[in-house]
């Protein structure tokens, strides 16, 4: 067997398997909170009402849920540009505590356009 190779598997586990029996609890909590913080951000299009608040009020706000939140307006003014990894309704749910009533056909979500190249 080479050096730090699993065994072979017993009892049908496969080497996966096999490998998170060994990590325990802990070690798999600690790998699903790094996963957590590696989410792909999704953006959000939000086209804008006339009670919509300015976007640094958003950011603000977006802050307290995600730290690395981006918050903009599209060169037509129309549309607010969110980048987070928040859910849908947690964004909702956010842009409601700024005073926004926003509702969710108001929100297009968009896959990330993260390349990773930057390694962010």
Not at 19 to 48: C, K, N, S, V, Y
Not at 56 to 62: E, L, N, R, T, W
Not at 92 to 110: D, F, S
């Amino acid at each position: 067997m080479l050096p730090g190779a699993l065994p072979r598997p017993r009892f049908g586990l496969t080497r996966i398997r096999t490998a998170i029996a060994r990590m325990g609890e802990h070690a798999i909590a600690q790998h699903l909170d790094d996963w957590q913080e590696a989410r792909p951000t999704m953006e959000f299009h939000i086209a804008l009402t006339d009670a919509c608040p300015d976007p640094d009020v958003v950011q603000d706000v977006m802050f307290d849920v995600d730290p690395n939140a981006v918050v903009d307006l599209d060169m037509s003014g129309l549309v607010m540009r969110i980048s987070s990894y928040v859910t849908v309704t947690d964004l909702i749910e956010a842009l409601r505590r700024t005073g926004w009533t926003v509702a969710p056909a108001q929100v297009v979500q968009l896959p990330t356009i993260c390349c990773g190249g930057c390694a962010g």
